[in-house]
């Protein structure tokens, strides 16, 4: 065995005789949480390619979703109903234009909020919600903020680390007019690459995001502070900018061409889209066979860059004891595509998209070192992270606790998980164990199905083949009961 694991599976097994015995840990949570992430480019999730050795000792040692799924295709709506326990119809956040204080009551408790309600000191390093402008309040109630804006009127205190400055290596800079064309435009420019970023590791803002994590894990270990740390990865999100020694770990003519080609699509509910430009990377066009795989080359060291630095965050868990008594969540906010249907970046309702990294160690959980096949929401993150810690969840939750798969991964659990977009088309999707539904509001068709279990890559939309007019009105009713009729019986 891994002296890892070994070393975990030891410090565990104690605290599960606390459990057996009686006794309620006092958990901290550790909630990592990175940008644009494709759970099949994570080695620990079967890429063959992609290196994430700390990541995989995390699955090693915890509960590692196989099937774990956001409710909106891209951030905004994601993160505000995943620290709400609410859906975005529910939530009114819709697309990343959706200003979450205006739609959101402030009598709805986040996450954070929730917990510092509960005793907890809460910090947080870079991005939680979509942007300060959004979450204003939501942000003030943080004992420490690093590494991102900081609400008017806070008064914690000051950056824990100081690192030298970076010198600008942008020959581009922005237009000053943020609401000039020009400016969207430079904008554009800015996510639209990849390749080197001519920076080192350590001036990269995802490793001094992490180096600022651990030096926190430290400082709460000597006080006995009992902590939510948030801490985030801009990565892989675009540009896929990483330094070259990351790089250097990849040979783009050993990357396989992108699945899914736009010539096996049929009847394809996004066909706009795969034959034009896309949102964030290749904007304008297509790319060249040579320039998918140098741009997924560059995806894949950005995934090994955020691996390094999340090994930072584990390492100091290890070494300070915190292991023993804090929960560690890591995820993606939402998938990405990689070339699949011509598709890059996000904002479809397609499993790419759909589907995104979710890591749960609990120290004591009897699951721990096992798969979960079994199909999980991200909505159902907040009574989950609420019965770990030992209190109530917030009301009105439209997710549930997956604890019970923390323990028994094998155990059926939902029938189906839901999503909801705005940004590209509008609508909402089904997705069961082995279909899936969509239905838009507006867009180049009405319905979209797609038959998992022979078509796992999406390519054949089936909605008006006679042969699964039955599944159709069967999973429309389903969509149109909504989650609760996917609940485990």
């Known amino acids: 065995m891994n002296p890892f694991v070994r070393k975990f599976a030891w410090l565990s097994s104690g605290l599960a005789a606390l459990v057996a015995a009686g006794a309620t840990p006092r958990f901290n ?14 080695g620990c999730y079967g890429n063959p390619i992609c290196r994430t050795p700390n990541l995989d000792r995390l699955a090693a040692t915890g509960v590692r979703f196989d099937r774990a799924y956001v409710q909106a295709v891209c951030c905004n709506p994601s993160r505000a109903s995943f620290l709400t326990g609410l859906r975005p119809r529910t939530t009114g956040v819709l697309s990343n234009q959706d200003v979450m204080d205006r739609h959101i009551p402030p009598e709805v408790p986040t996450l954070p909020e929730w917990l510092k309600q509960h005793g907890f000191y809460l910090a947080n390093v870079g991005k939680l919600f ?15 903020l690093e590494h991102c804006d900081r609400p008017a009127g806070w008064n914690g205190p000051p950056p824990l680390l100081k690192f030298p400055s970076v010198r600008s290596r942008n020959p581009d800079p922005p237009p000053p007019n943020k609401d000039s064309r020009e400016y969207r435009e430079w904008k554009r420019r800015q996510s639209d690459r990849y390749g080197d970023s001519g920076l080192a590791w350590e001036e990269h803002g995802d490793y001094r995001m992490a180096a600022t994590a651990a030096a926190l894990l430290r400082q709460f270990a000597k006080e006995g502070t009992r902590f939510f740390l948030s801490v985030a990865q801009s990565k892989p999100h675009t540009p896929l900018l990483a330094p070259k020694k990351f790089l250097d770990m990849y040979d783009p003519t050993k990357i396989p061409d992108p699945p899914a080609p736009v010539s096996a699509l049929h009847k394809f509910p996004y066909m706009k889209r795969a034959t034009g430009g896309n949102p964030d990377i290749f904007t304008q066009r297509q790319p060249t066979p040579e320039e998918a795989r140098a741009a ?3 995806y894949y060291a950005c995934v090994t860059m955020v691996d390094a630095n999340i090994g930072l965050i584990l390492s100091a868990l290890e070494e300070t004891g915190l292991a023993t008594n804090t929960v560690v969540i890591f995820l993606g906010d939402h998938g990405f595509h990689l070339g699949d249907h011509g598709f890059w970046s996000k904002y479809s309702m397609l499993e790419a998209t759909h589907r995104a990294p979710l890591i749960v160690r609990v120290p004591g959980a009897r699951g721990n070192g096992r798969p979960c096949r079994s199909l999980v929401e991200f909505v159902d993150l907040v009574p989950t992270i609420c019965e770990l810690v030992g209190i109530p969840a917030p009301p009105n939750q439209e997710g549930i606790s997956f604890v019970p798969l923390l323990n028994s991964p094998e155990r059926p659990w939902k029938t189906a998980v839901f999503i909801t977009e705005k940004d590209s088309e509008e609508g909402d999707a089904v997705r069961t164990e082995k279909f899936r539904y969509m239905e838009f509001v507006k867009g180049e068709m009405p319905a979209a199905l797609f038959d998992l279990e022979k078509d796992p890559w999406e390519t054949r939309n089936v909605a008006d083949d006679p042969a699964y007019a039955e599944i159709r009105a069967e999973l429309a009713r389903l969509l149109k009961a909504g989650w609760k009729a996917a609940l485990p019986k």
Do not use: P, W
Not at 29 to 42: G, K, M, R, Y
Not at 130 to 144: G, M, Q, W
């Open 29 to 42: 949570v550790l909630l990592i949480d990175i940008e644009d992430c494709n759970a099949d480019a994570l």
């Open 130 to 144: 979509h942007t300060l402008e959004y979450a204003e309040a939501r942000y003030r109630v943080f004992d420490r």
């Open 296 to 298: 997924i080359a560059a």
